[in-house]
């Protein structure tokens, strides 16, 4: 996605979205990955941490041109 065409207020809405989105994966992660009693297949970690690190890239994007168009 591009954000380097959104306005300010724009891309703000869409850090905050994407900072929700981050904590709401991090829970599910700590959730699913915490059951001990279950067996769960070894992709399915690397599935969370490959996300995980996508939106961690693309908060630290919006934090950038936050601070340049600010």
């Known amino acids: 996605m591009s954000y380097e065409n959104m306005g300010l207020e724009e891309l703000r809405e869409k850090l905050s979205e994407k900072q929700d989105l981050l904590e709401e994966?991090?829970?599910e992660r700590m959730i699913i990955l915490g059951q001990g009693n279950i067996h769960l297949p070894g992709n399915l970690?690397?599935?969370y941490e490959r996300e995980l690190n996508e939106i961690k890239?693309?908060?630290a994007l919006l934090e950038k041109l936050i601070q340049e168009k600010a």
């Open 25 to 27: 994966v991090s829970e």
């Open 45 to 47: 970690v690397k599935k």
């Open 57 to 59: 890239e693309e908060i």
